[in-house]
């Protein structure tokens, strides 16, 4: 096991701090993984959410999102993983998020310089006239949720078949590029193009400190992660946080 001591020292004297999150880090906040063992595509096909099937069958989409996403991750609340994070940019220490989830959850936590790579569950947008609206003011009573012209609402998440928003990739990749450490949490490191983000900051010179805490070994571990803690993301940020008071 690596040395919390010495993990805290690099964050506290880190120029730009930067943190990649993945799934794993909303698992303790009761949401399932997407892949893995009981991930969610265990269970489920994911074609409910290509985009091509979405314009087909939205009503069929609707169905299987309304279960799957959108209860869990309204019900959500952000845990200690989260909090930390929040605390440390509320610090200045931190200076933004890279995160593939779309369950709002750093937000929550009172994150700001969130730069969302899939997309976010928190707003729908009309496929017809492009009209935008907070999920909080959608009824899912009747499915396809619908605009005000008749247009059926899709959740602003990036679809498979999908392209990241280009403003969000370029956001992403100069944190990447600013970084000089760099927290990687809860993820395969196998989604691109989100994954290139950690390599980006290793690659570039000087290279970013690579900081990983995973359940278990990723496509990063022993190939770019300086450091890596096997454990769940609540626990290495309790740590964490109580060797940064010291």
Known sequence: MENMQKIAQII??????TAFTGAGVSVESGIPPFRGAGG????????FIEIDFFYAYPTESWQEMKKIFFSSMNEAQPNTAH???AELEEQGILKGIITQNIDNLHQKAGSKNVQEFHGTINYL????????????EVKLDSLPPLCGCGGVLKPDFVFYGEGINPQVYDASTMLALNSDVMLVIGTSGEVMPACSMPVLAKRKTPPAVIIEINTLPSAYT???SDYYFEEKAGEFFAKLRQELKK
């Open 12 to 17: 506290k004297s880190a120029k730009y701090l």
């Open 125 to 136: 947008t009309c496929i017809k006239c492009g009209a935008r609206y907070p999920l909080g």
């Open 222 to 224: 022993g190939v770019i």
């Open 83 to 85: 909090k930390v994070l």
């Open 40 to 47: 969610l595509w265990e269970k489920y096909d994911p074609k």
